[in-house]
Nanobody
Framework: QVQLVESGGGLVPAGGSLRLSCTTS????????MGWFRQAPGKEREFVAA????????YYVDSVKGRFTISVDNAENTVYLAMNSLRPEDTALYYC???????????????????WGQGTQVTVSS
């Protein structure tokens, strides 16, 4: 059984940085797709970024491109989402999720992800 454990959220001022971690356990494959989502209070969950577990593919939505960076540490079974130049509008509960079928073309669709982390809160003060 695959499990995802997230950490790294917190409270930072605008312009600050955080690094989220998503550690996987169980049997995984380098082609699996990891999606990053966030949900702000009163808003729908939105797709933020994605990567495959080999780290050879990454994708970012325009609102975070150039500010967020994904990196993969296969030795630690951990994927990192480094977030820089944070803005108040980045405030949300952030989730990592895993698609075990490697459906990269459908990475935007939350329904393809079988496994989800517990979420970690990111709060950016103005």
């Amino acid at each position: 059984q695959v499990q995802l454990v997230e950490s790294g959220g917190g409270l930072v001022p605008a312009g600050g940085s955080l690094r989220l971690s998503c550690t996987t356990s169980g049997r995984t494959n380098s082609n699996y797709v990891m999606g990053w989502f966030r949900q702000a209070p009163g808003k729908e969950r939105e797709f933020v970024a994605a990567n495959n577990l080999s780290g050879t593919r990454t994708y970012y939505v325009d609102s975070v491109k150039g500010r967020f960076t994904i990196s993969v540490d296969n030795a630690e079974n951990t994927v990192y989402l480094a977030m820089n130049s944070l803005r108040p509008e980045d405030t949300a509960l952030y989730y990592c999720a895993l698609d075990a079928r490697g459906r990269w073309s459908q990475r935007f669709d939350s329904s393809i992800y079988w496994y989800w982390g517990q979420g970690t809160q990111v709060t950016v003060s103005s």
